[in-house]
């Protein structure tokens, strides 16, 4: 029952990292749940969050296999919940009040500060990533190429990891 326990607070605190995305939450996800408690590898979690990038949906719902690994179907549900909820009534109760100050001079201040601090936690998430995901020339390659054509191209990311896979099968074996 400590993982359920665990599972809960791990995820309630990584719920309100995610502002900006998921990707933000992924390094505090990453040394969670592989350093700090050994649930995964680095390897499976990169392999989780690509999984969860393709899958429709949301693809935060990656961290329903977390909670199952961790702790079962129960460990799964717990996941859920501990992950979404906390920042949805935060959502909620911010959107209330935030109506309400629709003349304070400092809402604009608030909403102008808080870019920065998404796209800054978005960075540190596709750095983190990285790092476990680029192992060689190989893999290094295919992530310039990858940026190079999303830079160049109006282009379905989806499509770019479904390439990428490919070229892995074909050539990193």
Do not use: D
């Not at 502002?19 to 392999?47: N, R, S």
């Not at 100050?101 to 608030?110: D, G, H, Q, T, V």
């Not at 808080?114 to 190989?138: N, Q, R």
């Amino acid at each position: 029952m400590s993982q359920i326990s665990s599972l809960a607070r791990v995820f309630s605190y990584l719920s309100l990292l995610t502002v900006g995305g998921g990707m933000a939450a992924f390094p505090a996800m990453k040394y969670l749940t592989v350093e700090v408690h050994g649930w995964l590898t680095f390897k499976q979690l990169i392999h989780i969050y690509s999984v969860g990038q393709m899958a429709p949906g949301p693809n935060m719902m990656m961290i329903v296999v977390i909670g199952q690994w961790a702790g079962g179907l129960l460990g799964a549900f717990v996941t859920v919940a501990a992950f979404f909820c906390p920042t949805a009534l935060l959502a909620f109760a911010v959107a209330r009040g935030w109506r309400k100050l629709e003349k304070w001079p400092w809402r604009k201040s608030i909403q102008e500060g808080l870019a920065p601090v998404s796209i800054g936690l978005l960075l540190a998430g596709c750095f983190t990533m990285a790092k476990g995901a680029i192992t060689g020339l190989e893999t290094g390659a295919v992530a310039v190429a990858t940026l190079l054509i999303l830079l160049q191209y109006k282009i379905n990311p989806a499509l770019l990891v479904a390439a990428s896979a490919v070229v892995g099968l074909l050539s990193l074996k």
